[in-house]
């Protein structure tokens, strides 16, 4: 429409301007389309005036600007600035991109890692749907903007608008609002409660690599402009290429399994400059660490995660004298990592402080048992409820965009690669307080259950097992550090029960003997031999004897009103044989009644069958009838014993099954041992079932006889109360972490101590980890009180940061300055107000900040 856009006087010309038009100068070239193609640009009312391309999130336009040629007047850069527009040259004035394009780009490019090339693109087609190709091209200049604009936003967003100086090491990045950082969110040492615990103050950290972040080497290396080096996430190029060439590549055979780290340690591929990154994170809420990440030159080796770590330990850790350190490979890796630094010129450490190691838990599954117990986070003191493994989970975003800073130079790479990380910081920041108050849920249910099942369990033990365990569990301890393998107290220690050959022995000759006759009827078969049989015809006679002698004697106790011919109560209950795994453990219930009323009269001409006068088989309101309610009281004591034997039983055959089983499947075990060990499995599973059913029985007849009160004691068995405790069977399996013991386990550990060196292994293992397992929540429970006040402490220290921004050196700042500073301080205000509210919603005691 021929419309002029005048600048520095409110939409009006300039008077100094007049009717000259401001640019004279045609050597650029315009854009020109294929001569068989229509022009979109061919417009009557230019007649030949410049125009500047100005690409918005609507599409490209060609605009008529003005500016303002007073001699006062600001350049033509700072001119469109204040109109919201970025220039792609700041000599030649050809074209600009407007804030929300480049704020538009910068989200997306976050967000669903879109290519500048695809997000101009997007923009062309926007313009002209048919001719997209006649819009001028624009893409080498949106990524050129594109990287100023990221600068521009990390040095206003971190204050240095206001400072004259050119940021450090990290200084354009945020990090974690609930680690603690003593002088910013958290006390100095002189400051602190007395009572809080060492491990409070302790920065927990997770270390890993990432090989999906590859790096082509550069085409035109010495066109290369760094912005950002060294001032976000990636380390220094300068200091890190020196320490690289005096530090020894020296690869360490693995002393434990095969681990992709260290496998990656000799991998090389000529055409990348970088076959990874790899850096630390916190462990606990997963904000990267500023100055932490480095690049792989041949895999993930020592060298490279030395200078990560130790740049790492030297961000605002002053004050604290504890780091916790979860790496996949840290059983190998903590093993030279003190050499090393000691010996490096370029490595230095925080004094005083101290290095715990550990592994997290999806990765400790992959190496030998002994790493479990000595590395996981289950068993360090002040580790809480940390997983260790976090850094994957921020890996997963940061390879979406990693294809696209493959080709990219090396400056270029690494401000995406820091803008990326710094917004996944910031996302963790605004997200902190509800992550917190859902740790914090977790924390008081975990405390409570965990805190109840150890309870019980430490209950019933024998109190001077008790008082040697409490001793072990602290020497352990005590000495992890200096010597991880104190800690394989809490796996199981076979030689401590000398007896386990003589028990599986004893297992294979008396303990898997005919398990019944029903069940033996069972066994024969449809087609028994003539000597198998008349076995069977002599068992049923003997029995038939003693239930006809039973059943006189009874006769006698019951009174004269009992009549043999008494209706006795049928209680049918299915052996839990091999052939019936598959049926629930009460039995089938598919069975029709003619069957069932048929299966009952051919049950009686068998023994087997036969329901013997028994008081539970009368019912009580029989009893009562014949006056007998005395042998009430005494069939029920009777039968809380046998309930007892048979749980007994179960739990030691259980516990025999976890032996065999490991015996099973350990790898350094020969075939045929193995095979042995599993036909031994098989015959301990039949002696539970039996056991299972008496108990089931036992059970059902207590409910007879109305003894409300046991069946609190004595719950119903399920099948899934039959399993192998991961602890015993597989101490290194996923799924544990949580693992608490049955209620049954819980009834009678003196006992099961006294009858079984075994059983007395079994219940030490069980009660260290039931007490670390509480331990765990408990130290959560603190950790996340005290993160909920760091949190707050964080965003009123950035808001009072902030605020004294208002003025320098005692002289009020431009307006702009000024409003800028306000609004950064009311959102962390914003953030800060809704933080403190969730936490006294969440937990009435927490103490708000005046």
Not at 141 to 163: C, D, H, I, P, T
Not at 344 to 352: A, D, E, Q, T
Not at 744 to 757: R, T
């Amino acid at each position: 429409m021929g419309m002029e856009i005048h600048l520095g006087h409110q939409g009006k010309p300039c008077p100094v301007l007049g009717e000259i038009h401001e640019w004279e100068d045609t050597d650029e070239p315009i854009h020109q389309p294929e001569e068989d193609l229509p022009t979109i640009l061919e417009l009557p009312f230019l007649n030949g005036k410049q125009c500047i391309t100005i690409v918005d999130k609507s599409g490209v336009h060609s605009l008529m600007i003005r500016f303002c040629r007073c001699l006062n007047a600001c350049t033509a850069d700072k001119q469109l600035f204040e109109l919201g527009m970025f220039l792609a040259s700041f000599t030649w004035l050809k074209t600009a991109f407007t804030f929300p394009v480049l704020d538009g780009f910068a989200l997306d490019n976050l967000e669903c890692g879109t290519l500048a090339m695809n997000y101009y693109n997007k923009l062309r087609r926007m313009t002209s749907s048919i001719f997209p190709q006649l819009v001028p091209d624009r893409y080498r200049e949106l990524m050129r903007v594109a990287r100023q604009w990221r600068q521009l936003k990390l040095l206003k967003w971190n204050g240095f608008g206001y400072e004259r100086r050119r940021p450090t090491s990290g200084e354009l990045t945020l990090f974690c609002p609930a680690c603690p950082q003593p002088g910013m969110n958290a006390p100095l040492p002189a400051n602190r409660n007395p009572d809080d615990p060492s491990w409070v103050y302790a920065r927990s950290l997770v270390m890993d690599g990432n090989f999906k972040a590859e790096h082509l080497h550069p085409t035109h290396p010495e066109d290369e402009v760094w912005l950002t080096d060294g001032q976000c996430f990636m380390v220094s190029k300068d200091q890190y290429k020196a320490h690289l060439a005096i530090a020894k590549d020296v690869v360490q055979p693995s002393e434990c399994n095969n681990h992709r780290a260290v496998n990656q340690a000799n991998a090389s591929r000529h055409k990348l400059e970088a076959t990874g990154i790899g850096g630390c994170a916190c462990a606990r809420h997963g904000c990267f660490v500023p100055h932490s990440v480095v690049d792989f030159q041949k895999g993930e080796r020592q060298m490279n995660m030395d200078y990560a770590l130790c740049n790492t330990l030297s961000h605002r850790t002053d004050g604290l004298s504890q780091a916790l350190t979860f790496y996949d490979i840290n059983c190998q890796y903590n093993k030279h990592f003190w050499r090393w630094v000691t010996e490096s010129l370029y490595l230095s450490l925080p004094s005083g402080m101290e290095i715990i190691p550990g592994i997290g838990l999806w990765h400790v599954h992959g190496h030998q048992d002994k790493c479990y117990v000595q590395y996981a986070s289950t068993f360090i003191t002040g580790a809480a409820r940390i997983d260790g493994e976090i850094m994957e989970t921020l890996w997963a975003p940061l390879n979406i965009i990693s294809p696209a800073v493959r080709g990219m130079s090396t400056p270029h790479r690494q401000e995406c690669l820091d803008y990326q990380m710094n917004d996944s910081n910031f996302m963790k920041m605004i997200c902190m307080s509800s992550f917190l108050c859902r740790k914090y849920k977790e924390a008081i249910k975990g405390v409570a259950e965990s805190a109840s099942a150890f309870d019980k369990l430490n209950e019933t033990a024998d109190p001077i097992m008790v008082a040697t365990w409490e001793a072990q569990d602290r020497y352990a301890h005590s000495c992890r550090v200096a010597d991880p393998s104190a800690m394989d107290v809490f796996e199981v220690q076979l030689k401590r029960a000398p007896t386990r050959k003589q028990q599986e022995l004893a297992l294979l000759s008396s303990r898997v003997r005919p398990i019944g006759q029903e069940s033996a009827m069972r066994r024969l078969g449809r087609h028994p031999t003539e000597t198998q049989t008349l076995d069977i015809c002599r068992h049923r006679t003997k029995l038939q004897s003693r239930i006809d002698e039973f059943t006189m004697v009874a006769a006698t106790h019951l009174g004269e009103g009992f009549d043999i011919d008494d209706e006795i109560r049928d209680l049918h209950l299915d052996f839990m044989d091999d052939d019936s795994e598959d049926e629930g453990i009460n039995g089938s219930d598919t069975e029709s009644e003619p069957e069932a009323h048929g299966r009952r009269l051919r049950d009686l001409f068998y023994p087997e069958k036969t329901v013997i006068p028994l008081p539970s088989n009368f019912g009580v309101a029989r009893c009562a009838e014949l006056g007998v309610e005395h042998l009430i009281g005494q069939e029920i004591a009777l039968r809380e014993g046998q309930a007892n034997d048979a749980l007994q039983a179960i739990r030691m055959h259980l516990a025999d099954k976890a032996v065999l089983f490991r015996t099973a499947v350990h790898p350094a075990k020969s075939q045929a041992k193995s095979t042995r060990a599993w036909t031994q499995v098989h015959s301990v599973e039949r002696v539970i079932r039996l056991n299972t059913m008496i108990y089931m029985k036992c059970r059902a007849q207590l409910g007879n006889l109305e003894a409300h009160g046991l069946l609190n004691k004595y719950l119903r068995m399920e099948k899934s109360h039959l399993k192998t405790t991961a602890a015993m069977a597989d101490p290194n399996a996923r799924g544990q972490r949580n693992a608490t013991l049955l209620w049954f386990w819980s009834l009678d550990i003196q006992g099961d101590s006294v009858s079984s060196d075994w059983m007395n292994e079994f219940y030490r293992v069980c009660w260290l980890r039931m007490k670390a397992l509480r331990d765990q929540w408990a130290e959560e429970l603190i950790l996340v009180e005290h993160e909920m006040g760091w949190t707050l402490e964080f965003f009123l220290f950035k808001a009072s940061t902030w605020l004294t921004r208002l003025t320098l050196n005692g002289e009020a700042q431009m307006k702009g300055h000024k409003c800028y500073a306000i609004r950064q301080a009311h959102m962390y205000q914003e953030l800060a107000k809704h933080a403190q509210a969730g936490f006294i919603k969440t937990n009435p005691t927490f103490r708000p900040i005046p």
